[in-house]
C-alpha cells in the first residue's frame, strides 16, 4: 500500500504501508510549485517585440524576450527570469502587458525597484527604460510594429 505524508498541499506518495491524517486536519492550501502564475500564460499580442536587456551585473549583455503578458524577475529558480544578485528578493519585479502598456511592478522586494533612477512602486515603463533591482541594471526594449512607420518621400 502506498504511503502519504501531508505537507502544506504536496502530496508524497511512497511504497509500503498507508499512513494518512483525518481529512478535516489536512490543510488545503495550494502552493505554486514554479514560478510562473497563471497570468503569465497570456501572450503579449504579435506586433509588439519586447525584451529585457542586462546592462550592468552578472550576465551582463544578455537579452531576454518577453513573450507572456506576464513575466516575474527575481532570485527564485521558478521566475520567469532568474537574476543572480545577492540584493535582488526571489520575487523581485514583474513586467505586465495591460490594455495596450507595459507596467513595472515592484513585488514588494526588501530593496526596492529603481526607474530612471526614481524608486517606484508601479510605473508604466516604456522602450529603452532602465530600472534597477539590486545592483542589476537592466533596459527594457519594445518595438511597435503595429504603430506604422512614416517616411517623407522627396
Same mark, same amino acid.
Do not use: W
Given at each position: 500500500?502506498?504511503?502519504?505524508?501531508?505537507?502544506?498541499?504536496?502530496?508524497?506518495?511512497?511504497?509500503?504501508?498507508?499512513?494518512?491524517?483525518?481529512?478535516?486536519?489536512?490543510?488545503?492550501?495550494?502552493?505554486?510549485?514554479?514560478?510562473?502564475?497563471?497570468?503569465?500564460?497570456?501572450?503579449?499580442?504579435?506586433?509588439?517585440?519586447?525584451?529585457?536587456?542586462?546592462?550592468? +551585473?552578472?550576465? =551582463? %549583455?544578455?537579452?531576454? #524576450? @518577453?513573450?507572456? &503578458?506576464?513575466?516575474?524577475? +527575481?532570485?527564485? =529558480? %521558478?521566475?520567469?527570469? #532568474? @537574476?543572480?544578485? &545577492?540584493?535582488?528578493?526571489?520575487?523581485?519585479?514583474?513586467?505586465?502587458?495591460?490594455?495596450?502598456?507595459?507596467?513595472?511592478?515592484?513585488?514588494?522586494?526588501?530593496?526596492?525597484?529603481?526607474?530612471?533612477?526614481?524608486?517606484?512602486?508601479?510605473?508604466?515603463?516604456?522602450?529603452?527604460?532602465?530600472?534597477?533591482?539590486?545592483?542589476?541594471?537592466?533596459?527594457?526594449?519594445?518595438?511597435?510594429?503595429?504603430?506604422?512607420?512614416?517616411?517623407?518621400?522627396?
Amino acid at each position: 500500500m502506498p504511503l502519504y505524508f501531508y505537507c502544506a498541499s504536496v502530496i508524497i506518495v511512497t511504497g509500503g504501508c498507508s499512513l494518512s491524517e483525518p481529512e478535516s486536519r489536512v490543510d488545503k492550501t495550494q502552493v505554486r510549485v514554479s514560478g510562473t502564475s497563471a497570468r503569465s500564460t497570456q501572450s503579449i499580442p504579435g506586433r509588439y517585440q519586447a525584451s529585457i536587456v542586462i546592462i550592468k +551585473g552578472y550576465a =551582463e %549583455g544578455m537579452e531576454y #524576450p @518577453l513573450n507572456n &503578458a506576464y513575466t516575474v524577475m +527575481g532570485r527564485d =529558480e %521558478g521566475v520567469d527570469i #532568474p @537574476l543572480r544578485d &545577492a540584493l535582488v528578493s526571489r520575487q523581485h519585479v514583474a513586467i505586465e502587458f495591460v490594455h495596450g502598456e507595459f507596467i513595472l511592478r515592484d513585488l514588494e522586494s526588501t530593496n526596492g525597484t529603481t526607474l530612471n533612477g526614481k524608486m517606484v512602486q508601479e510605473a508604466r515603463i516604456r522602450n529603452r527604460d532602465r530600472f534597477q533591482v539590486g545592483d542589476t541594471t537592466i533596459q527594457f526594449v519594445v518595438e511597435d510594429a503595429g504603430a506604422g512607420k512614416v517616411f517623407e518621400i522627396r
